[in-house]
Structure formats: C-alpha cells, structure tokens
C-alpha cells in the first residue's frame, strides 16, 4: 500500500539555518495497517507527513503508493489517493465539529452516516453540516445498531457511544463488511473492558488498544503541579486484511 524507501528532507541547506528534518528514512505499510507516529517537536513527524502528501519532494528516496512511484508527483496527484485530518484547527480540522463532521471533509469522495438519538445532538449536526458545506454527510436519527440496519455497508466505522449495545453494534458492522475497519473510544474502565472483551472474542485479524492521556498544571503556593486528566482509551478492529 505505502513503501517509503531511504527518504531525505533538509531545510535551508548550506545555510546557518540548516535542518535536517528526516536522514534515511523507510516504512513499509500493508492494507489495513493502523499506525500512530509519535516523537517530540522537531523530530520529523510533520515533515513525513507532509513528505507523503507530496507538500515538497524529498532529497532522496523513493515514495510508492498503491504500487505507483510517486516520489516526483505533484501534490494535487496524490490527493485522490490520500485522506489528510490536520492538527491545527487552523489548517483543516474544525474544532467546533463533530467528529463525524471532520470525517466528512476528510472523505469528500466517501460518504458518512451520523447516527444519533440526542435531540441537540441532532440539531448541531443539522447546523454544522449547512455551516461547513458538509454535503457528503447523511444524519442518521436513533440509536444504533437499530437504524443501521438499512444502511450501506460500511469500509469504516467510529463508535463513539454504545449505550450497552456495543457487541449488537460491532456484530452488525461485520455482517454488512467482514472486513471494516472499526475504531472505538471509552471514558471508563467498565467501557474499555468490554471493547477488551470483544477484541478477544470477535476473533480479529488486527487488534490496537492505545491510553491517551493528558496532564493539566495547578498552582500550588509558588510551584506548579501537574494533575492528570481522565484517560481515553482508542480501540481499532479488522477481521480481514482489506475491506470489501
């Protein structure tokens, strides 16, 4: 799917300013990988990014996708074959959408189901999707796996909340595509063993548990403690190598 061979990217060369961003850098990804990059500020992370969207060319190395070189290939090119979600809300995310929002400006060729049964939910997703000319985005009322057994089979799916219906859900998705990709979140310890439970026992190919957590500082007379937040943990699930 993706081959990164040997890439390299300096900034301002021959100058005082000089950066070696990336030296020698490979990847191989298959279908179906689910990869988290993760380094501190300066460390290359963006430049990769930016480097496989074809924002600049590399110095050397070669950039293959879906078995096409396209190392020189300008960035407009590779936009058809590549979805990009950026972290600065200035950049291309909107931190006043929802997470299915977001997904639908990412997904401009794709389409998106919202399933939702809150009322105010409901009614900022109608709002939103008329603010940010989200037209590939369809609102869903109800709860799942309820009203979404009428819908298209899904190539990925999010769960966002389950109301105890978490395993009903997960069953249905495989049965409409035995090889989606389904991503999932939980707040709680009680959330995060059932998704640990079904990771186990829906018998997937692929399996990724990850803790995100985050530390916010409190002053204390002349010091500044940090004081952890409650974690979020991300599940994500593939049965099958690729979607069908």
């Known amino acids: 799917m993706l081959k990164i061979s040997n890439i390299s990217k300096t900034f301002n060369p021959g100058t005082v300013n000089e950066k070696k961003a990336i030296s020698g850098l490979s990847l191989h990804l298959e279908p179906g990988d689910f990869v988290t990059i993760i380094g501190s500020n300066g460390a ?15 110095d050397g190395g070669s950039i293959v996708l879906d078995g096409t070189d396209v190392t ?9 074959r590549i979805g990009r979600l950026f972290q600065d809300p200035m950049r291309g995310s909107a931190p006043g959408m ?18 939702e049964k809150k009322a105010e939910a409901l009614a900022l ?5 008329e603010r940010f000319h989200v037209k590939n985005i369809e609102i869903v009322p109800g709860g799942a796996p309820d009203v979404c057994r009428d819908l298209p089979a899904p190539t990925h799916a999010f769960i ?9 859900i997960i069953a249905l998705l495989l049965a409409k595509n035995p090889g989606v990709r389904i991503a999932a979140t939980a707040v709680t310890l009680e959330s995060a063993g059932e998704l640990a439970a079904c990771m186990r026992d829906f018998d997937f190919l692929k399996t990724e548990a990850v803790s995100l957590t985050a530390a916010r500082s409190r002053k204390v007379g002349p010091y500044h403690l940090m004081t952890g937040q409650n974690p979020v943990y991300l599940f994500t699930f593939q049965r099958k190598e690729t979607a069908e």
């Open 160 to 168: 966002g909340g389950s109301s105890g219906n978490l395993r009903d």
């Open 44 to 58: 290359g992370k963006s430049t990769l990014f930016n480097a496989i969207a074809g924002s600049f060319w590399t």
């Open 98 to 115: 929802t997470i299915e929002e977001n997904l639908a400006l990412a997904a401009r060729r794709g389409r998106v189901y919202a399933v």
């Open 72 to 80: 020189f290939q300008p960035e407009f090119k590779r936009a058809k």
């Open 125 to 129: 997703l109608a709002e939103n999707r």
